[in-house]
């Protein structure tokens, strides 16, 4: 299941490539450019966001007002501030409403997609124990639960992984050693094979190189022209 956003930023241009970048980044995005509009949107389904991201200066309702509302609404899910305004009271205002981030433009997306990440894990339910039907597959100390969506590293560093990147280290662990074509990936991942999902392929095998950098025992090797081999010594 992917985690379900709602995006409310009234500039057209940044509003849309931050919603192009988080649906690469495998989320569900739901884009309004008004805050009277977005609260009309979530009172419909106060429980279908796993997280709101929220510019301050709209038209409508502001961010402020609109979080307000979103809280009487639905007290549980959390919220950030996206906002030019780098003023001291703006984010301690936006703070004490109850927001979980405040991020101030110009930022990095790769940085917005990690803190989005870590907000919507740290609302996720503790669960106790893996259940025993749980399927792991392990590589030396590296190991993929893919039932709960999870990688624990070789250093026990636990990393939550979309459905997509679950499917692609799924691919790769059953693969290992073995030169796996561009077009195999694709297909058997993202069910075609375009330049949109191609650019999906590298953002992942970038952020897989991230997730193993510690560990001296597995790479991924790209063969150019052909595809990638995910080594494992």
């Known amino acids: 299941m992917k985690h379900k956003i709602l995006l409310v930023e009234d500039e057209a241009d940044l509003g849309n490539v931050v919603k192009q970048y988080l649906e690469l980044m495998d989320f569900d995005v739901d884009w309004q450019q008004n805050g009277r509009t977005a609260l009309d949107v979530f009172e419909k389904s106060p429980n279908a966001y796993h997280i709101l991201l929220i510019d301050v200066n709209l038209p409508g309702l502001n961010g402020f007002e609109l979080a307000e509302h979103i809280i009487q609404l639905n007290s549980d899910v959390p919220f950030l501030f996206l ?28 940085e917005l997609v990690l803190r989005i990440r870590n907000i919507i894990k740290r609302k996720q339910p503790v669960v106790s124990a893996e259940p ?6 392990n590589i030396g100390t590296t190991q993929l639960f893919v039932d709960s969506l999870k990688l624990v590293t070789e250093q026990g560093e636990e990393i939550i992984l979309t459905p997509r990147e679950c ?9 290992v050693n073995r030169v796996l074509k561009r077009e195999e990936i ?23 190189r991230k997730y193993f950098q510690h560990n001296i025992n597995i790479s991924i090797k790209n063969v150019y022209g052909i595809g990638f081999v995910f080594n494992v010594k």
Request: no cysteine; charged share 25%.
């Open 186 to 208: 694709l297909t058997k991942v993202w069910g075609s094979n375009d330049y949109f999902v191609g650019r999906s392929l590298d953002v992942f095998i970038s952020r897989f």
């Open 83 to 110: 906002t030019a305004r780098g003023d001291k009271n703006d984010r301690l205002n936006g703070l004490k409403i109850g927001a979980d981030d405040y991020v101030v433009k110009p930022f990095d997306v790769d």
């Open 167 to 175: 499917d692609l280290l799924v691919l790769f662990f059953n693969n």
């Open 132 to 137: 025993a039907q749980q399927k792991v597959i």
